[in-house]
């Protein structure tokens, strides 16, 4: 059971270059969701999913579109980048029952540089 | 203003010292309350859960709720270097979709 993972775990983009992030569960979940985490910012949630097919903006949406395409992936893209979007991206997910309804569960991050 | 505030720190404290941790938030329709802990360069996990306001006490950690003060708590009784992180408040207004809204994150350090 690996939880939640994210692909890649580090990357490097020049400005202008666009590139998706692979957030996959094993854990059936319904929800997920995209975070950005900046310094003396706390986590900031950009997109999430309350199930399969379906998207929806959180408080930081621009700059960033994403898919549900599988229950199990939630993809999150940057058609052009920029380097305010610099940052650690966080993917969650969260059951829609059961005894962890109230947990999101966080996968380790990936570190975006943007030059 | 930020609708949740957190103090940033960083925090340091001799190992055995009750730690105090807090967040003000702006929004009053904010129900439900959550701490998460946040080791270096690792995904944030849960740490305590409370709705509404009250008292929770889960082993060494105590989470407080004021609502009428818009004011959170999470006491670490007993510190351990083990408990050196970052710790997030986070809260939410309904529980359907649970679009969280962190605080900053306060860095704490509990030296031997």
């Known amino acids: 059971n690996a939880g939640v993972t994210q692909t890649p775990k580090f990357r490097v983009l020049k400005t202008g270059q666009s590139m998706t992030l692979l957030c996959a569960q094993d854990?059936?979940?319904?929800?997920m969701y995209w975070y950005r985490q900046d310094p003396g910012m706390g986590l900031r949630l950009i997109h999430y999913?309350?199930?399969?097919?379906?998207?929806a903006k959180g408080e930081v949406p621009d700059g960033y579109n994403v898919s549900r395409l599988k229950k199990q992936n939630f993809l999150l893209g940057l058609e052009s980048a920029a380097p305010s979007q610099t940052s650690v991206y966080f993917c969650?997910?969260?059951?829609?029952?059961?005894?962890?309804?109230?947990?999101?569960?966080f996968g380790p991050g990936t570190r975006l540089t943007v030059l | 203003q930020k609708e949740v505030e957190q103090d940033p720190g960083p925090l340091s404290v001799p190992e055995g010292a009750i730690v105090s941790l807090n967040c003000t938030y702006s929004?009053?329709?904010?129900?439900?309350f959550m701490w998460y802990r946040q080791y270096s360069r690792k995904g944030p996990e849960l740490l305590m859960y409370?709705?509404?306001?009250g008292n929770k006490e889960d082993g060494r950690f105590t989470a407080q709720v004021d609502k009428s003060s818009k004011y959170i708590s999470l006491f670490i009784r007993d510190s351990q270097p083990s408990d050196s992180a970052t710790y997030l408040c986070?809260?939410?207004?309904?529980?359907?979709?649970?679009?969280?809204?962190f605080g900053q994150g306060t860095r704490l350090t509990i030296n031997p």
């Open positions: 969650a997910s969260r059951p829609s029952g059961g005894p962890s309804y109230n947990e999101q569960f």
């Open positions: 999913s309350v199930g399969e097919g379906t998207t």
């Open positions: 409370t709705y509404s306001s």
């Open positions: 929004n009053s329709a904010f129900q439900y």
């Open positions: 854990m059936n979940h319904e929800y």
């Open positions: 986070a809260m939410s207004t309904i529980q359907g979709a649970q679009k969280l809204v």
